[in-house]
């Protein structure tokens, strides 16, 4: 009788459902889905959206989110989970108790605050239940500088505040801290990561591309598909971000906008 192949490792995404397919759960899906892992997901919101912005937000109700962590976590046990746009602090609270009651580890929060258009995507009450109930539940939280702002309440504009930023995030509860230096002005992208003991950066010269939606979500995505399939958290982040730079480098110009990312990224190859 022939062996039946071994079953994939199961990640989890708790986000937001981005109609033009670029960001959000349809970014998260595709990404773990290269990594040869198999995708499980919680919408926390419907949004009307393509490559030039967003037009609408619906919230899906918190008691229904929790819902689909919990149906999704006794059947389909993730071996990783990350949490996306999350709209509200209701929301926040709902898949912090899921995510408390079900047990699910490790998980990654991308605090998505602001669409790559400049549109909000989380009020500004949300913030704090983020800060209290979410970040000590994470294994890796993953900001850009605008994100970590917001966050901490201190400027992030340059190595040395992303280096502090990182720290005071450790400092909220999260075991580790990427701080991610797209936004940095110069021709060199820095990120930086802080797991409260040691440092790791990566340095590279900055992509002319204008293929940058759904940054943010692939690389959170990728750390928890490589977490997922057992690889440290330095390991994730670094295959992650070169993942993601492949992804930038070979993005797919569609749209009249931010161009979505190339998902078709092979990370084996990397």
Known sequence: MKAEPPAPPVAL??????????????????????????????ITAVTVQNTRGVEAIHKV??????????????????????????????????????LTDTGITPVVVDPVMVAASGDSLLEEEAVVALRQTLLPLSRLVTPNLDEAEIITGRSVRSQSEM?????????????????????????EVID?????????????????????????CTLSAAVTAGLASGSSLEESVDRGIRFTREA????????????????WVDPGSL
């Open 61 to 98: 109700p918190a008691q229904l989110v929790a819902a689909q962590v919990i149906a999704v976590a006794t059947d389909l046990r993730p071996a990783a989970c990350k949490t996306g746009m999350l709209a509200d602090a209701a929301i926040i609270k709902a898949v912090a108790g899921a």
């Open 248 to 263: 930038i480098r070979t993005g797919l110009g569609l749209g009249g906008g931010s161009s979505p990312l190339s998902h």
């Open 192 to 216: 930086v990561l802080f797991d409260g003991a040691a440092w790791r950066e990566w340095r590279a010269p900055r992509l002319s591309s204008r293929g940058a939606h759904g940054t943010g």
């Open 163 to 187: 280096r502090a930023a990182a720290e005071a995030l450790v400092e909220e509860g999260c075991d580790a801290a990427l701080v991610k230096g797209g936004h940095l002005e110069g021709d």
């Open 13 to 42: 995404t708790i986000a937001g459902s981005d109609s033009g397919g670029g960001a959000g759960v349809q970014a998260d899906l595709k990404t773990f889905h290269a990594y040869g892992v198999f995708g499980t997901s919680a």
